[in-house]
């Protein structure tokens, strides 16, 4: 089993920058494939992004493509979600998921392990 925590959220100003971290426990982080997904209030949780055990390739939907990046360090078990040039539409919660195997596009409902979530705010 995974243990999840992430952390690095809050409330940011529109244009600005914000790194996300996810710290893991547990069994071998370098075992999973690692996920960012997020939640708005009222709309459907929505990947973010994902990364193979590795850190070598990684995933990003197209709509998202160019602000975010998603990057571990896994002599330190922890996972990172980099995010430019913020948005209001940036606000939600983010969280980190963990699976084994598969598609690193795969969908919220593959991924075994999940945190609590961190809130970002972005005001304008």
């Known amino acids: 089993q995974v243990q999840l925590v992430e952390s690095g959220g809050g409330l940011v100003q529109t244009v600005g920058s914000l790194r996300l971290s996810c710290a893991a426990s547990?069994?071998?982080?370098?075992?999973?494939?690692m996920g960012w997904f997020r939640q708005a209030p009222g709309k459907e949780r929505e990947s973010v992004g994902a990364?193979?055990?590795?850190?070598?390739?990684?995933y990003y939907p197209d709509s998202l493509k160019g602000r975010f990046t998603i990057s571990r360090d896994n002599a330190k078990n922890t996972l990172y979600l980099q995010i430019y040039s913020l948005k209001p539409e940036d606000t939600a919660v983010y969280y980190c998921?963990?699976?084994?195997?598969?598609?690193?596009?795969?969908?919220?409902?593959?991924?075994?392990?999940w945190g609590q979530g961190t809130q970002v705010t972005v005001s304008s």
């Open positions: 547990g069994r071998t982080f370098r075992d999973y494939i």
């Open positions: 990364i193979s055990p590795s850190g070598l390739t990684t």
């Open positions: 998921a963990a699976r084994t195997g598969g598609n690193l596009a795969a969908s919220s409902r593959t991924y075994e392990y």
